[in-house]
């Protein structure tokens, strides 16, 4: 294995290692736990009187939330491109179809 070959397939492990990290179940999954952990600070803040304690868990709940939100984005956006997928394919079939009708409607003639 050349020294371009090992470059190449470190590139792809890290770019895969890195599009997992940012993967839609793994903003979803970092989210949930940040909203779980985030309540029981507010609980346990609001039990003892620690207003600053409860204010991060706070924070934290919130921030946990949008990071599950975007990862359910994501999930949206990858629902709409493989429809947009689906439909041009079915253009091209049918544009293939009216040259194929087209061009025997031509060689008729």
């Known amino acids: 294995m050349t020294m371009d070959d090992k470059d190449d397939a470190r590139e792809r492990i890290n770019h895969a290692a890195e599009e997992a990290a940012h993967s839609a179940a793994a903003d979803k999954a970092k989210g949930r736990l ?23 868990g706070t924070a934290q709940r919130v921030e946990g939330k949008k990071d599950r939100l975007k990862g359910e984005i994501k999930d949206k956006i990858d629902e709409v491109k493989e429809h947009v997928s689906d439909v041009k394919e079915h253009i091209e079939a049918g544009v293939a179809v009216v040259k194929e009708k087209f061009d025997e409607a031509r060689g008729k003639k």
């Open 34 to 56: 940040k909203e779980a952990v985030g309540k029981v600070k507010e609980k346990v803040g609001s039990a003892i009187g620690d207003h600053e304690l409860e204010a991060k």
